[in-house]
């Protein structure tokens, strides 16, 4: 018997703020096949035990036609359960076509303010006949990963991951806060810094890290996800824009705070790791991808404050 989940998101984070999910439907069947359309998922979940394998693919998902080729690729996987957590009238036909028996996804045509955990959550209670869904789980890291990057931090200092990196400009705190920020925390002598960004934003990292005299910083842009994750994992602390890196963080319980400027709250409020910084004069529910507040409107000393208040430096 295999069992396939099909993610339909990019970004990492989306699919990794759906790793609880994975795990609920993994728990009934045993470990499952992701398919996704997000090219890091496999190397985040490579130490996962519950996801036997993650399959990726870059074609056949944006126009309706291609329902055909996807169908006789999904029809390689010969899965006996397939679950859609999206309302995709591509993929439920495809999944049709490809002879799956089994299929389960969300109410199709019902695109609109779709609520990410909430619409999970009942999905999943529905499809899997239980009565409560955890919004979050355990992010697992292999021992061994773990051993490797405890001996690259020196756990004597607060390790602090800032997330000054994100997935478009709207959603970035600036290298200017991120500087100022940095500089007033190492008037404490026991801090050190990763900078996490993408690959293609490491002139980020080269702002912020040659700003900052004390060179306690160093740069995650150039590792690759199964990389750096081992290192973020063993952090005290993440703060920054909302990108994949508290996502994970969070989900290995470490407290997380992200500044929240173009992001709905359903991502950054399942998890009690999390914890959001926003404007004062703002309502969170009045946040979208569509808000563009301005960084200025948070300022550093609302956000040291938030980090007083969760670590002790």
């Not at 035990?49 to 693919?57: A, C, R, T």
Request: net charge positive; proline share 4%.
């Amino acid at each position: 018997m295999k069992t396939g989940i099909f993610l339909s998101y990019i970004g990492l984070g989306s699919n990794l703020l759906h790793l609880t999910y994975c795990h609920q439907i993994a728990k009934k069947y045993g470990p499952v096949s992701v398919v996704t359309i997000c090219k890091n998922l496999e190397q985040a979940l490579e130490d996962d035990p519950l996801i036997k394998e993650v399959i990726y693919i870059d074609n056949y998902y944006k126009k309706f036609l291609d329902i055909f080729k996807l169908s006789k690729q999904l029809k390689v996987y010969n899965f006996n359960y397939f679950y859609i957590f999206y309302p995709s009238i591509r993929f439920f036909l495809a999944s049709k076509m490809a002879g799956i028996k089994n299929i389960y996804t969300y109410q199709l045509f019902k695109k609109k303010d779709l609520h990410l955990v909430e619409a999970a959550q009942k999905f999943i209670k529905e499809k899997l006949n239980i009565s409560s869904c955890p919004s979050e789980t355990n992010f697992y890291v292999s021992e061994k990963k773990k051993e490797i990057a405890k001996k690259e931090i020196d756990k004597s200092k607060k390790n602090i991951v800032i997330g000054a990196g994100s997935s478009g400009p709207s959603t970035r705190w600036g290298e200017s806060n991120f500087i100022n920020l940095i500089k007033k925390l190492n008037e404490n002598e026991n801090t050190f810094f990763y900078i996490l960004c993408g690959p293609n934003e490491n002139e980020i990292s080269k702002t912020i890290i040659n700003a900052i005299e004390k060179k306690n910083c160093v740069s995650l842009s150039q590792k690759k996800i199964g990389e750096l994750i081992p290192i973020i994992s063993q952090c005290d602390l993440y703060v920054g824009n909302d990108s994949f890196g508290h996502h994970i963080t969070s989900q290995c319980g470490i407290p997380s705070i992200v500044i929240m400027l173009d992001t709905p709250r359903a991502y950054t409020d399942y998890s009690v790791n999390q914890h959001r910084v926003i404007p004062t004069e703002i309502n969170v529910d009045a946040i979208t991808h569509d808000s563009r507040i301005s960084p200025d409107m948070i300022k550093v000393d609302q956000v040291y404050k938030k980090i007083l208040s969760l670590i002790k430096l």
